[in-house]
């Protein structure tokens, strides 16, 4: 404060004494009224920016008292910029000495703005580089601020986020029983400087459509990959040491050990985006390798959409067949609902008893603690845990008594508990909806008789087999038709007649690449077109192919007889069973997929670690 006075007595000295040498009336003649004009033009300029610089100088001294002592910001910026300021205006009151006429004033202004500026731009350079990115100044967005606060009545202060709130939007939550336990945990995430990238790492994900993210962190580098539609694909590249404090984020907010990084350790927590009204739940599991850590993160995105059979992408004929099923218009049966790893299964089986009626029937289902099925409306539920050496066939006896409509097991995991379901379908007409790991449907059959039940029984019981298989789609903004030539639509089985054209992933002109610099809003990277984006991959989302195994008395018959399945798969085959290869030909035809795409799916032993659309973006 005693500065500012000092400057406004350094104003007073230089400008009063011009006023009061003025000349008296009787000695002015015309050059000297010109004169004598510019002269008090130029004192009033300059003491309209000496005022100005006392404001900045007063901004400065609050400035420094509200972020400077945040931002570590030496109180000595006022006392340089207000002596620095008070020299150079001492300096330009010297002007009208040397300077006459238009002269001193077409000089006069510029000089001052540069007064103004010079001593304050080093200060907020500095300032700039430490505060967050809100609160910088003399940027564009605080210009453009400032400038409509100038228009406002009741000034609108400039939205300044905290550290934590750098980054994309997004919110994390940790998972636990201990509400403040969970706030303590959270807000020590928030102060790591893994937490902002953390929240990219998850932001970029969950654009990309990813349901998994791999970290691998060794001593050469780290590795991030993105699973997309159930293929391995490379994510952004990070140094190891922003890796680690990720990883330890997570840990922090998942109730787990920041610091152990070779011990295998769980961690739960959620985030929101970019609905902020959506939580999703976040499994992640890490473990300690001989060169770094590894660690795996399962986003749980739910089933909003997935709940019938017809957003699944099963066929309308194949609705009403399974439909009749679940009715209980074919008496009491078994339904069994199978797939490979990771090929819908849960998905799939979420959706059967979604299209079954829960109200007018009563269900209950027996499920293993550490893989259970999402919840289902009006399912009553009972858990066992296998790790204790419990199994489904000491709890069905219990579950016997009530008598139920419709009994659940997604795991069929021995031959007592298919004895007793057996015994419930062919003695009380109750009907049974199971699970199984399988390839394909007659593979899924062969997988249960191994768990050693009565043949008999199971063939009696069994009436429909439901096996999925995931495919990708072609992404509909840069999928391109072609002319299939005859022998490929002769290995396909479709016919010449009335399949004109197929469709593929986009292909690249070499002659006409595409110009990134010209590329209109919205459009793809790759191909140049707009829509939705498939980030380089040529796919976006998936669908299912099934295969609809119905055993009715002939096929019962034949599998009564033989062990082989391929003499099942010929029986099938000639009362109308269609395979997987089949089901997916159709969709290849309907311009879904690609054929490249069915070879990747059907391929017995195939790896995810890349795919043609990856391939071909790497080597654009």
Same mark, same amino acid.
């Given at each position: ?20 040498? &003025?000349?008296?009336?009787? &000695? ?36 420094? +008292? ?14 340089? +910029? ?35 500026? =010079? ?61 403040? &336990? ?41 590795? =991030?990959? @993105? ?45 929101? @985006? ?50 009749? +099923? ?8 078994? =339904? ?28 209950? &289902? ?136 197929? @469709? ?88 879904? /997929? ?15 670690? /890349? ?10």
């Amino acid at each position: 404060m005693k500065l500012r006075f000092l400057v406004l007595a350094l104003v007073g000295l230089v400008w009063l004494p011009s006023i009061v040498g &003025a000349q008296t009336p009787a &000695a002015v003649t015309q050059e000297d009224i010109w004169q004598s004009g510019t002269l008090l033009a130029f004192n009033i300029l300059w003491l309209i920016f000496a005022w100005i610089c006392v404001r900045i100088s007063a901004w400065l001294d609050r400035d420094l +008292y509200e972020v400077g002592r945040r931002f570590d910001l030496s109180s000595r910026w006022h006392l340089g +910029y207000t002596l620095s300021a008070s020299v150079l205006f001492i300096l330009l009151a010297t002007l009208p000495a040397f300077l006459s006429g238009v002269v001193l004033l077409a000089v006069e202004l510029p000089l001052l703005i540069v007064a103004i500026l =010079v001593p304050l731009i080093p200060y907020v350079n500095v300032r700039n580089k430490r505060v967050l990115e809100d609160m910088k100044i003399l940027t564009p967005r605080h210009i453009r601020h400032s400038i409509a606060n100038m228009f406002r009545r009741k000034k609108k202060p400039l939205e300044i986020k905290m550290p934590y709130e750098e980054g994309p939007p997004v919110v994390f939550h940790s998972e636990g029983p201990d509400t403040m &336990a969970n706030q303590v945990r959270i807000i020590a995430a928030r102060n790591m400087p893994g937490y902002v990238p953390a929240k990219t790492l998850v932001a970029d994900a969950v654009d990309a459509q990813a349901d998994r993210i791999l970290i691998d962190v060794s001593a050469g580098g780290v590795r =991030v990959q @993105y699973d997309i539609d159930g293929v391995w694909q490379p994510g952004p590249a990070w140094e190891r040491e922003p890796a680690e404090q990720i990883l330890a984020c997570f840990k922090t907010m998942g109730h787990a050990n920041a610091e152990d990084r070779r011990s295998r350790q769980t961690a739960h927590f959620s985030f929101t @985006y970019p609905d902020p009204k959506h939580k999703i739940p976040v499994e992640m599991v890490s473990q300690g390798t001989a060169t770094g850590e590894r660690a795996l993160l399962k986003f749980d995105r739910g089933m909003k959409g997935l709940d019938s059979l017809e957003r699944i992408g099963m066929r309308s004929s194949q609705q009403n067949l399974v439909s009749s +099923y679940l009715k209980g218009e074919h008496g009491g049966c078994m =339904v069994l609902v199978s797939a490979p790893p990771a090929g819908g299964f849960t998905t799939t089986f979420y959706a059967v008893l979604k299209s079954m009626d829960r109200l007018l029937r009563d269900f209950v &289902a027996v499920e293993p603690v550490q893989d259970r099925i999402p919840y289902v409306e009006n399912v009553e539920v009972t858990t066992y845990d296998p790790e204790k050496g419990e199994t489904p066939d000491q709890i069905l006896p219990k579950l016997i008594l009530k008598q139920p409509d419709v009994y659940v097991l997604p795991h069929l995991v021995n031959a007592e508990t298919i004895r007793l379901l057996c015994n419930e379908v062919i003695e009380e007409g109750r009907l049974v909806v199971a699970g199984v790991r399988a390839a394909g449907a007659l593979e899924a059959v062969q997988q249960v008789l191994a768990l050693g039940p009565r043949r008999e029984e199971l063939l009696q019981a069994l009436k429909l087999v439901i096996n999925v298989r995931l495919i990708r789609k072609l992404a509909e903004t840069c999928k391109q038709p072609y002319a299939p030539s005859p022998q490929l639509l002769q290995q396909l089985g479709l016919p010449a007649n009335r399949v004109r054209q197929l @469709y593929r992933e986009w292909q690249p002109n070499p002659e006409a690449p595409v110009d990134k610099k010209k590329l209109p809003p919205g459009a793809c990277e790759v191909c140049g077109l707009v829509g939705p984006s498939c980030r380089g991959l040529l796919y976006r989302g998936r669908t299912g192919i099934f295969e609809i195994l119905e055993i009715g008395d002939p096929l019962r018959e034949v599998m009564s007889k033989s062990n082989n399945i391929e003499v099942w798969r010929q029986a099938a085959r000639k009362l109308g069973f269609r395979t997987l290869r089949e089901e997916g030909i159709l969709l290849v035809a309907q311009g879904i /997929t690609s054929v490249t795409e069915l070879q990747r799916v059907l391929q017995p032993s195939r790896t995810q670690s /890349t795919s043609s659309g990856s391939a071909r973006r790497g080597s654009q």
